[in-house]
């Protein structure tokens, strides 16, 4: 028995047509366009306004309701067409040539046509920032608002026009790093999501971006033993104090937001990016716990700055005592190293570096106390100051 043709994909805001299967009459339902969401966001298909015989019905059906000509029983006044395998890319044809001429003279509206990126990009932003029930950090507001600084090639085009070499091409061109990168591809998936529901474009152009780097992010240069001999000399500067309080962490400058102090117990809560990173405990070390009281005694927390202004202190402060310039993330790495030259158990370094283990036993089955942590980061001896 031959299968039944695949017909065209009609136009974002056309209406639809399903086929509900064999056995019935007039298999083909006949919805008109969406105009209602729920809170998620997700479209919630209308009632259908007919039921018919063969799909060029439904699509006839659809091009009156568009034009505003359609009334209750219109479908019954169409002519029988002939659907056999010879006249079925004949009806196909037809279909397609409608289509083009309809969306000549009725087309899409104007309003929608000529959105440029930055005006679908406000829409999103306020849809998914200001519209919906979930609360966004101000860091996640952050990182879309320069993932969009980063698209400034594309502001000005019309958003339908752009196609997947467009939105490659920015990607490529971006001379930031990796997770800058992913920033940029991950805000092209969100806006075609949101312009899908609003059918602000024919098709996902986003899908197949990529990032065209290697990852970087895990990429740095430990502080070296005379770089920390500067740092615990210096401890009471507020910029040496909490690359310290980084160094013999181990933690992302980012999860120091967020991050449960349990000074009674001697731990840290916390993390950010990964499963496996993510609300760990990490002990604190005996060396760096009067400079965490400290800072939660001053403060009330343990970083209170933005990473940006902080990364500036920072680089001003290594060049004034002396030390090559280094990230933020590089005293994750400087712990890493720690770890290794003391002899730390490698297993717990993962699990106190946040890393995620690939073998089932250590996955599944491998759990430690945080008393047996403390007495492995304890191996990690300070230097001796001169």
């Given at each position: 028995m031959p299968k039944r043709k695949r017909m065209p994909k009609l136009p974002n805001g056309y209406g639809s047509i399903r086929y509900l299967g064999k056995g019935r009459r007039n298999p083909y339902a006949v919805h008109p366009p969406t105009d209602e969401f729920t809170e998620n966001g997700v479209p919630v298909r209308p009632a259908a306004i007919c039921y018919v015989d063969t799909w060029i019905k439904g699509f006839t059906v659809l091009t009156a309701y568009k034009a505003g000509n359609y009334y209750p029983g219109y479908e019954n006044t169409l002519i029988d067409l002939n659907t056999d395998a010879e006249d079925a890319s004949r009806l196909e044809e037809l279909a397609n040539k409608i289509l083009s001429d309809y969306n000549q003279f009725k087309g899409i509206a104007p309003e929608e046509t000529g959105k440029t990126f930055a005006e679908v990009y406000d829409g999103f932003y306020s849809w998914k920032y200001n519209d919906g029930k979930r609360t966004y950090s101000n860091a996640s507001k952050a990182s879309t608002r320069a993932a969009f600084l980063n698209c400034s090639a594309l502001h000005e085009k019309e958003f339908r026009s752009l196609r997947h070499d467009d939105l490659q091409e920015v990607v490529k061109n971006c001379p930031l790093k990796h997770a800058s990168k992913e920033l940029i591809v991950s805000l092209y998936k969100q806006m075609y999501a949101y312009a899908d529901i609003y059918e602000l474009c024919d098709k996902d152009y986003s899908a197949h971006v990529s990032v065209d780097i290697l990852d970087d992010d895990e990429n740095g240069v430990p502080f070296s033993e005379s770089d920390l001999k500067t740092l615990w000399r210096d401890k009471e500067h507020p910029v040496a104090e909490f690359l310290l309080i980084m160094c013999y962490?181990?933690?992302?400058?980012?999860?120091?937001?967020?991050?449960?102090?349990?000074?009674?117990?001697?731990?840290?809560?916390?993390?950010?990016?990964?499963?496996?990173?993510?609300?760990?405990?990490?002990?604190?070390?005996?060396?760096?716990?009067?400079?965490?009281?400290?800072?939660?005694?001053?403060?009330?927390?343990?970083?209170?700055?933005?990473?940006?202004?902080?990364?500036?202190?920072?680089?001003?402060?290594?060049?004034?005592?002396?030390?090559?310039?280094?990230?933020?993330?590089?005293?994750?790495?400087?712990?890493?190293?720690?770890?290794?030259?003391?002899?730390?158990?490698?297993?717990?370094?993962?699990?106190?570096?946040?890393?995620?283990?690939?073998d089932v036993t250590n996955k599944t089955y491998g759990h430690r106390t945080i008393d047996e942590l403390r007495d492995e980061i304890e191996k990690i001896k300070i230097p001796i100051c001169d």
């Open positions: 962490s181990g933690y992302r400058i980012s999860a120091f937001y967020t991050m449960e102090v349990n000074l009674l117990d001697g731990y840290f809560r916390g993390g950010v990016k990964t499963a496996a990173g993510k609300n760990r405990m990490v002990p604190i070390h005996h060396s760096i716990r009067p400079l965490v009281e400290n800072r939660i005694n001053s403060d009330g927390c343990l970083l209170s700055i933005s990473k940006n202004t902080f990364r500036k202190k920072m680089y001003a402060y290594l060049e004034s005592v002396g030390i090559d310039r280094h990230t933020p993330h590089d005293c994750r790495h400087t712990f890493s190293a720690l770890c290794e030259k003391y002899k730390v158990n490698e297993n717990d370094r993962m699990r106190l570096l946040g890393h995620a283990f690939t």
